[in-house]
């Protein structure tokens, strides 16, 4: 399929486990398959990302061991991510190893895996993740700044869990908590996010939402008959034999809970994003290429025509890119209302279906 890449079969699911399944970001399918295929010993390691210990705010890429160290890596992390820090464990340490990234930290694998025969042979399963965009640093410090916590005190975070589609929890050194809904509510805070707002200028070059070089791919479940789920369930795209015989073993265990879906529930639970990476893709490399600025040359499976429309989508998303990176803009940004901020995304959303 041109918008999801190659697929061998698709379903819904979440882990059987139901305090794994509550406690992660959408279903939980990703941290019970791991620690499946630990105690399987069909790996000896996964590389996943947790936040670090002595910023709370910054992530860090690390290979994890045991079951506790997978579910510390549990939930979303709304921020750039470097994976490749790994690398030189994997090369070092004999094993087998799994890893867990986005789209563009799969392709980045995958072609250090093409140089290098031993990180080719050791690496053995790769868990990608349905991704239109991140969030850079800059995004997360002023959403802090927003809720009113400063960025030294941030004890933990999470950006997502307690439930799905789940909160953004921050805990304080001093005991504090602040909580508020990743969407659903006119308070909840990913419309800041999803309106493009704090964007990193490469993500909107990247053709790729679907995690095409990934074994198995995992997303939230956005589909009606499922809105009212209170713990999660996961979108997976099966893509290799290698993949389709991992969560038929875990199927089969009884450690996942699946059910078939063709590609068409894929595409719906994916709609507004797939429209941004695939069919918007030509015309905001043409608007880019009018910017001045340089993008990938890429030989894609996309149409190349470009629509008023597709154009009107593609300007509001660098409109809002380079309208918060402007100090002024920001000042307004800081001191407008959440339910200002869900109306603007829902311009966005209105122009992706006509």
């Not at 087998?96 to 986005?102: P, S």
């Not at 960025?151 to 933990?156: A, S």
């Not at 964007?199 to 074994?215: H, N």
Request: glycine share 8%; aromatic share 10%.
């Amino acid at each position: 399929d041109v918008d999801v890449g190659y697929a061998l079969s698709c379903h819904v699911g979440y882990a059987s486990d139901s305090g794994i399944r509550e406690s992660s970001t959408s279903g939980g399918v990703i941290s019970q398959l791991l620690i499946f295929a630990l105690e399987r010993k069909l790996i000896d390691g996964a590389v996943v990302t947790r936040m670090r210990k002595d910023n709370a705010l910054i992530p860090e890429a690390f290979i994890a061991r045991s079951k506790e160290e997978i579910l510390e890596a549990a939930n979303s992390k709304y921020c750039p991510v470097a994976t490749n820090v790994c690398i030189n464990e994997i090369l070092k340490t004999q094993g087998r190893y799994a890893v867990v990234g986005l789209p563009c930290h799969l392709e980045g694998m995958r072609k250090a895996e093409a140089l290098s025969p031993v990180l080719k042979q050791r690496v053995v399963l790769h868990l990608g993740l349905l991704c239109s965009h991140t969030v850079d640093f800059a995004g997360i410090y002023f959403l802090m700044k927003k809720i009113g916590v400063k960025n030294g005190d941030v004890q933990k975070i999470a950006y997502r869990g307690n439930g799905w589609p789940g909160f953004l929890s921050v805990e304080t050194k001093d005991g504090s908590h602040v909580k508020m809904p990743l969407v659903g509510s006119w308070h909840a805070y990913w419309p800041l996010f999803s309106s493009f707002f704090f964007t990193p200028m490469r993500c909107t070059m990247c053709p790729d939402q679907a995690a095409e070089f990934a074994d198995l791919s995992f997303g939230d479940a956005w589909l009606p008959e499922l809105k009212r789920e209170k713990i999660g369930t996961s979108i997976i795209i099966s893509r290799t034999s290698g993949g389709q015989n991992l969560i038929d073993l875990a199927q089969q265990s009884g450690v996942l809970v699946l059910v078939p879906a063709g590609l068409e529930k894929v595409m719906q639970s994916q709609f507004v994003n797939m429209v941004f990476k695939k069919q918007d893709l030509p015309s905001r490399l043409t608007l880019l290429h009018l910017m001045g600025k340089k993008s990938p040359n890429y030989v894609p499976r996309l149409s190349s025509s470009v629509r008023l429309v597709s154009v009107l989508r593609s300007f509001y998303v660098y409109f809002s890119i380079k309208a918060s990176s402007n100090k002024q803009f920001q000042s307004f940004l800081l001191h407008a209302p959440f339910p200002l901020i869900r109306l603007y995304y829902g311009l966005y959303k209105s122009l992706c279906v006509i």
